[in-house]
Each structure stands twice: as C-alpha cells, then as structure tokens.
C-alpha cells in the first residue's frame, strides 16, 4: 500500500534555530496537511494545502511556521525560530481530495525536540 | 463541527470482539463518521467511514444507529497489535481538517 514518507524520524535543535520537516506524500494525492501532538495531548491540526496554497490554517500555525511544496513530490514545514513548545511529533497526511468522505493517509511523524 | 462523546478507555480480551462506542447527537445529515487509530505515537491509521449504512472492511465494521447519532466500531477478534487509542470523528462539511478528541485507549488483554 502507498504511504506518507516523513523525513527525519527524530529532529533535535537549539531555541531559536530554524527547522524544516519534510514530508513525501503518497504520489497522486493533491491535498496535504501537517497536525502535531505534544507529548500526552491531542493530535491537532496545523494547516492544509493545495495548488499551492494554504487552504486552512490553525490557530498555532502564525507567522513562525510556513510550508512550501518545492517540488512535485516533497511537502514541507518550516518553523522559523523554534520555541521550547514547539516540540512535539509532527505528522504529515495526505488525501486525493477534499471531500467529506475522503480518508487522509498519515505519516510516522518526526519528534521534534527544541532545547 | 460535530462533537463526538467516546470512553476514555476499553478492555478487551484477546480473541473476543471490541465494540467502541461514539456518540455524535450533532452531527449533520452530510456528516460521515470516521474510525482512525493510533498505535504507540505512531502516524493516525484510517480505518473506516460511513455516513447512514453500516459498513464493513477487512479491518472492522461501522454500525451506525437510524437516527445517525451513535455509532460503534466492532474489531471482530481483537489482537494484542489492536491495542491503540481509536477515534471517532465526525466529518467536517469543508475540506478534511479533522479534529482530533482524547479518544478511546482500548487495551487487548491475552
């Protein structure tokens, strides 16, 4: 079965250094999303994406964050100056569509550490 | 967005069925239900989905109530590997920002 490829597994950084999260969602999927989940809380979402743009964004996901797609396979998430609650397990998701009854496909996350 | 209503933990023995309960009183005539899981911290894992009919798949099945709100999710012979939080989510009408609750931890027993 395709999968949600996420790069790296565990990222360790310094407050206040900058830090992309990289993402290879499944092939022919068009919508792209990044949630996160501090250790022991919900999985919350950050923001979707498609045709290039932001289609929704949360309220955690402020100027600091950005995501780009460089490419046609990769996806990214940079934070620009890492806080200490910005560690958490990042996890990239991917779906064909947008519709409502379209499932998303997650990736295993990267843990992000910020010291 | 609907809100779902789930226990906070299930035990189950390995072997037997694990029905999961979800109640979703508010949920739109548009809404679908959706089953996702998390295994140890890994990445949500779908499971199944449906909007009025029951639904089954290789993984579980979805019995949804007439009157759409409730629903239960029936793992037919659980494992050890089933131990996981699972969710119950109700779909937005927009787009696929899903929202995630505490869910239920269902722990297998052997």
């Known amino acids: 079965e395709p999968e949600v490829t996420q790069t790296p597994s565990h990222q360790v950084t310094q407050m206040g250094q900058e830090v992309i999260l990289r993402c290879v969602p499944i092939?022919?999927?068009?919508?792209f999303y990044w949630y996160r989940q501090i250790l022991g809380q919900k999985v919350e979402f950050l923001v979707s994406?498609?045709?290039?743009?932001?289609?929704?964004k949360s309220e955690i996901f402020d100027d600091q964050f950005s995501v780009e797609r460089p490419d046609g396979s990769n996806f990214t998430l940079k934070i620009r100056s890492t806080k200490l609650e910005d560690s958490a397990m990042y996890f990239c998701a991917s779906s064909y569509t947008s519709g409502a009854s379209e499932k998303l496909f997650f990736g295993s996350g990267t843990q992000l550490s910020v010291l | 967005d609907a809100k779902t209503t789930q226990p906070p933990s299930m035990d189950c023995a390995e072997g037997r069925a694990a029905n999961l309960p979800c109640n979703h009183s508010t949920i739109s005539g548009n809404e679908y239900v959706y089953w996702y899981r998390q295994i140890h911290s890994q990445g949500p894992q779908y499971i199944i989905h449906g909007l009025k009919n029951n639904e089954t798949n290789e993984m579980a099945s979805l019995i949804i109530t007439e009157d759409r709100k409730s629903s239960t999710l029936i793992l037919p012979h659980a494992t050890l590997r089933d131990t996981a939080v699972y969710y119950c989510?109700?779909?937005?009408?927009?787009?696929?920002?899903?929202?995630f609750g505490a869910g239920t931890i269902l722990r297998v027993k052997s």
């Open positions: 989510i109700v779909s937005p009408r927009h787009g696929n920002k899903l929202v």
């Open positions: 092939s022919n999927h068009l919508y």
């Open positions: 994406f498609y045709n290039n743009e932001i289609s929704e």
